[in-house]
Each structure stands twice: as C-alpha cells, then as structure tokens.
C-alpha cells in the first residue's frame, strides 16, 4: 500500500514537472521592450503583467516599470 501511495504522488509530481512552462527573456532596450508592450496592450486590451511578461518574454519587472510609464503617458490605464 505505501508504495502504490508514492508512486501516485511520484506520477502527480512528474505531471506538474512536465506542465512547467520554461521562460527564456528576449534582450531588448527599454524603447524596443516598450513599442512591444503597448502593441501586446493594444491587442489584448486587458491582461495581467505577469501574462504580458511571460507572453512576450520580458522580464516582470521591466513590464512594470513600462506599464507605469505608458500610465503616465497617458497611453493605457489600470482597471479595477
């Protein structure tokens, strides 16, 4: 009985192993990383920055900062 119970939990590890999603981060200058992010924002409308970091391999924190940028420019405004 305690084997089959590690083998089930072995097989539910090795699934969400399998399932992860590896990030390789594009090496763009701040300009070009912002044209990139305004453009997803003007395609999506609405997304989270974890979805737009991950969706246009940028760092997180880079698409912060860029997303507080455009904020201030006017260009796109948080949602509630």
């Known amino acids: 009985m305690y084997i089959k119970i590690l083998d089930v939990i072995g097989d539910a590890v090795r699934e969400k192993l399998a ?26 409308g609405e997304a989270y920055a974890s979805d737009a970091s ?3 391999e940028q760092d997180y924190d880079l698409v912060c900062r860029i997303m507080d940028d455009l904020e201030k420019d006017g260009k796109m405004e948080a949602v509630q």
């Open 54 to 56: 991950t969706d246009l």
């Open 19 to 44: 399932a992860i999603k590896v990030i390789q981060y594009r090496d763009l200058d701040y300009e070009a990383a912002k044209k990139k992010v305004a453009s997803y924002f003007r395609m999506k």
